[in-house]
């Protein structure tokens, strides 16, 4: 099963690498890191690099398409370039996901027209400007679309998708092998739990870190 992961500047790392993690133990999987140009892909945080092996154009048809978000997503929205290998890709996936702002690039593509979709707790609203219908769900799925909310929300969707793939017994037992079983120090992973001051500095911090990436010069390749 070919799976590719969309990599671009100013992802967020673990959008990618999270179910990556997963569906990397999947039976049968064969995970490609894709981009524009194939080559050293930057965080949003401008401290980490993945390698994308592979040109978008040489994974036309995965049965497994993952968009992660990130701040750089912004700067795709109007990539016709990205927004139609997307759709292509689409057309023939088994299944179509995205991670957190992930889901704005599948809406851009017309993915979610008419669907149901979450992405990270800052920008759901956004999601309606594509004809999709916001929710803060975790995890949704809409036929063979699945979007996840913010980050960490990745492995939970990568371990519905093995789970819909090769049975419960599978995402179990992968995730029994990667030890996941969340124990936060504080209840504060939500805007519905977190304090309210604490809910305001992150959108606050967002917002400029948004700002700061979008003034940042596009770099040859995404």
Known sequence: MQIAILLYDGFTALDAVGPYEVLSRLPGAEVRFVAVEPGPKTTETHMLSLVADHAIEDVPSPEILLVPGGFGTRRLLGDEQVLGWIRRAHETSQWTTSVCTGSLLLGAAGVLNGLRATSHWVSPERLREFGAEPTLERVVEQ????????????????????????????????????????QPPFDAGSPAKAPKEIVE???????????????QPAEPGR
């Open 143 to 182: 036929g063979k679309v699945v979007t996840a909310a913010g980050v960490s929300s990745g492995i939970d969707m990568a371990l519905v998708l093995v789970s819909r793939i090769a049975g419960d017994q599978v995402a179990q037992a992968i995730q029994l092998s990667i030890e996941y079983d969340p």
């Open 201 to 215: 500095l992150v959108r606050i911090l967002a917002e400029q870190a948004e700002e700061a990436e979008l003034a």
